[in-house]
């Protein structure tokens, strides 16, 4: 994959015309595929592919545009010199871009991350043990991920990463089921065995007559996968330099210091600890850490290329929302969850999550899956699916207990064009009051 991004560079850079810049990124996986259901495989395939994102630039002016790279020279070659004449057709129709920004030091990194993959079969032997009798339904996905930046004035930017992602769910009946994940670059089939026996207790639990509950504040025990559900969706905006800047950011009291939160909290993004690239589109080379919230209070955003320029600061970030998001470790014991909800709920997912207001910081969404009763610390039944309205500044804030010293590695499933290089490190999270609305 390097030598590809080096040849289209390389033709490039001899097809410029005097004036003109170019920023070339490209996007490039070889990963093998399992697709599963009933336990069985249905689908296996692996896929390489390579995107280049392409910026010609003449002044203030630019035009991008993507092409599919074959890896084979004479057709990317070909391909690129007939993308560069379409470009310089439309560049004299654009206006000029008062937020162009793009490296133009000639700084060179290169970031390899070896991980320790297993060949399908040993997956599959783990599943065949450890989900004997289950209905599972899963995705697995593994590989390598691969980003790159060539620019005119000379910058080199190259990362690759071995990783691995396994989503799946344990099928009970009707709309009963209890979903499970594991991610990360070294692989351990004990660990994939625990986290379903983990699941096929839950799925035991999930066999008896769904209670109704009454709306109401529950003291809950929110799995890492639930706090992301919540975090993501404040991220989305929450931590942008633009959103702050134009008061649009659904922490602007937090940011403005009109509150904050528990002193616990500690929020950063880790770039040198995902499975992202510490570089962005246009080339500026990233921070390892940007720490987002600490002791509880706002202390940096998220500035992208066009903001930096637009608003006279460094680029700290590829796009302005975390793409390696983690947060500090608390001093629960996973294994105490139940015991510790004491008479309350144990929420494992979250169907989805959307703001609900902007001022507040609230978050609605629904439960799903193993959403549990919990009694005298005993998981007891399955809860059908109850709305939840809730403020970060209340969950994470005089609401929040404790957090959890075991975290999880939660990964961007979605696999739509390509895998995502996302990732979240995240504990779980008991909480005192947490309102069912309906």
């Known amino acids: 994959m390097r030598a590809i ?103 060179r990194s290169h970031d390899i991350r070896p991980g320790r993959l297993p060949e399908a079969d040993a997956v599959l032997a783990t599943l065949r043990q450890s989900a004997d009798g289950l209905d599972l339904v899963g995705h697995w996905a593994a590989g390598n991920l691969y980003r790159g930046f060539a620019g005119s004035s000379g910058q080199w930017h190259w990362f690759q990463a071995e990783s691995f992602t396994f989503d799946w769910s344990l099928y009970q009946r009707a709309d009963k089921a209890v979903k499970g994940r594991y991610a990360g670059s070294d692989w351990d089939a004990d660990t994939l065995a625990a986290r379903i026996a983990m699941a096929r207790s839950q799925l035991d639990i999930m066999a008896r007559p769904a209670l109704v509950l009454p709306p109401g504040a529950y003291r809950v025990y929110l799995a890492p996968a639930a706090l992301a559900e919540i ?127 902007h001022a507040r910081c609230a978050v609605t969404g629904m439960t799903r899956y193993a959403c549990l009763r919990v009694e005298d610390g005993e998981m007891r039944a399955p809860v059908e699916p109850m709305r939840f309205d809730v403020s970060l500044y209340d969950l994470l804030g005089d609401g929040l207990l404790d957090l959890t010293q075991e975290r999880e590695l939660l990964t961007n499933t979605s696999t739509y064009e390509q895998r995502s290089t996302s990732t979240a490190l995240l504990p779980g999270a008991l909480v005192g009051d947490f309102p069912l609305t309906l």
């Open 231 to 357: 975090l993501g969706v404040v991220a989305w905006q929450g931590f942008g330099l633009r959103a702050l800047r134009t008061r649009q950011t659904p922490l602007l009291r937090l940011a403005d210091r009109e509150t904050s939160l528990n002193p616990s909290v500690e929020l950063v993004e880790h770039c040198a600890g995902g499975t992202a690239p510490r570089f962005g589109p246009q080339g500026f080379p990233l921070p390892e850490r940007v720490p987002l919230i600490e002791a509880g209070l706002f202390r940096e955003s998220l500035a992208d290329a066009r903001s930096g320029r637009e608003y006279g600061v460094p680029v700290n970030a590829a796009a302005e929302r975390p793409a390696s998001l983690e947060m500090g470790a608390g001093h629960l014991a996973i294994a105490d969850a139940a015991a510790l909800v004491g008479d309350g709920l144990l929420i494992s997912d979250l169907w989805y999550g959307n703001l609900s207001d």
């Open 5 to 107: 991004l080096e040849r289209a560079a390389g033709h490039l850079q001899e097809l410029l015309d005097p004036g003109e810049a170019f920023t070339a990124y490209l996007e490039a996986e070889e990963s093998d595929f399992l697709r599963l259901n009933g336990s069985r495989v249905r689908q296996a395939g692996h896929v390489s592919q390579a995107h280049l994102n392409l910026d010609l630039i003449r002044g203030g002016r630019h035009v991008e545009a993507a092409l599919a790279l074959s890896g084979e020279p004479d057709t990317d070659a070909a391909a690129l010199r007939s993308l560069l004449t379409e470009l310089r057709g439309i560049l004299p129709l654009v206006p000029e871009d008062p937020y162009l920004s793009y490296a133009t030091e000639a700084v």
